[in-house]
């Protein structure tokens, strides 16, 4: 657990530290500074140190951080040590997309199961993972204690998918659709739309004169 | 263009409410409340008018906003009258999954383009779209005035393609490698990074009651 209560922004850049981290490591680096970790991560280091601060003393004034242990102390905040299997709901194209990649930068995390309506692939397994019929998403979800799902299913299905997967217990959601959804307030969304980011890379690009990089990723 | 310089994170909501009164403009609604276009959002009202803020005055007070002129002028700012095309360098799962997609919600943005090294696709036309081999792509991209660019490849190639894309002329890359690009500063990168996006959601919901909402998306 953190220290204190850290910002979402802080939160959401921690599995950046933790890659490079565990890249330099493998590269037999030691110690890296503020300035190395900042050009390789392209945060500017005054954030990353007030990112830092967050948890407590990490570094030594005029060292720099010491490459294990700080890897480590990362890999611990981010239950490294521990695999979390997800759900995927719609194995379309971007579905099995997903379970190819499986998130193999990250040992950590599995997608485990996918659940579909398409006959051709239920109760079967694709990329080494079982895919059941929707229908058994909620026996599924909770036999397999899933706190974590990605929807991957057209947008005209995304909240009734939703409200199937917090029923059956589901915190996080992972959201692939246009559709902003429902859940109550302790479920946490992380909205993935593709078409929305591409469009405002597009804007910056036609108005880069006029757009202020306040450190929105 | 926007009347002041706007930041970053207020120009990556434009999409956003755009879709929005797009939506509500073909359900035949007049007009729409900040406090309801807060609530399909899902952004508290007070960013919401904040954001709109830059770009002078767009509604009443007591009325709320006029939502033909509403959306026309978020169609104008989005450039939606005219065809964005795209570019997309790696034609494998994930970029297979992105031709297929294409961007299908926003009908000002087209994948017209794909590039890949496999030559059982290189030269042939998938979801409708020519896929060239890696080798023209400078020469493509030129030719076809391309300024914006999907990188879909394995890591290990991202820094390379991004390299021939920005010597071309690219201008915006989203990049869907877990590297960190280097680009001059006039290239704008979008880093899609499904892992870290993933992880920083298993850790807001291990640790959601030491995060604090600071309205990151």
Chains 1, 2 share one sequence.
Do not use: W
Not at 15 to 30: A, E, H, M, T, V
Not at 72 to 83: D, G, H, I, M, Y
Not at 117 to 123: C, E, F, L
Not at 192 to 211: A, H, K, T
């Amino acid at each position: 657990m953190p220290d204190k209560k850290i910002p979402k922004a802080t939160a959401k850049r921690l599995p950046l530290y933790y890659r490079y981290l565990k890249y330099l490591f493998s590269s037999g680096k030691k110690k890296v500074s503020s300035a190395d970790l900042s050009e390789a991560v392209k945060i500017d280091s005054a954030t990353i140190r007030r990112d830092f601060s967050y948890f407590g003393a990490l570094g030594k004034r005029g060292y720099g951080y010491d490459v294990e242990d700080l890897m480590n102390f990362f890999s611990k905040q981010l239950n490294q040590e521990q695999l979390t299997n997800v759900a995927l709901v719609g194995v379309g194209h971007l579905g099995r997309a997903l379970l190819n990649y499986n998130f193999q930068g990250q040992n950590s995390i599995r997608i485990s199961a996918g659940f579909d309506t398409n006959d051709n692939i239920t109760n079967t397994i694709l990329e080494g993972v079982p895919i059941y019929h929707i229908d058994d998403l909620e026996a599924q979800v909770e036999a397999q204690q899933f706190e974590v799902a990605i929807i991957a299913v057209p947008g005209n299905y995304g909240q009734d998918i939703a409200d199937h997967l917090v029923e059956a217990g589901i915190k996080g959601i992972m959201n692939f659709t246009p559709i902003r959804l429902s859940v109550p307030d302790n479920v946490r969304v992380l909205n993935v739309d593709l078409s929305n980011e591409l469009q405002s890379l597009i804007y910056f690009v036609q108005y880069s004169e006029s757009i202020v990089d306040d450190g929105t990723e």
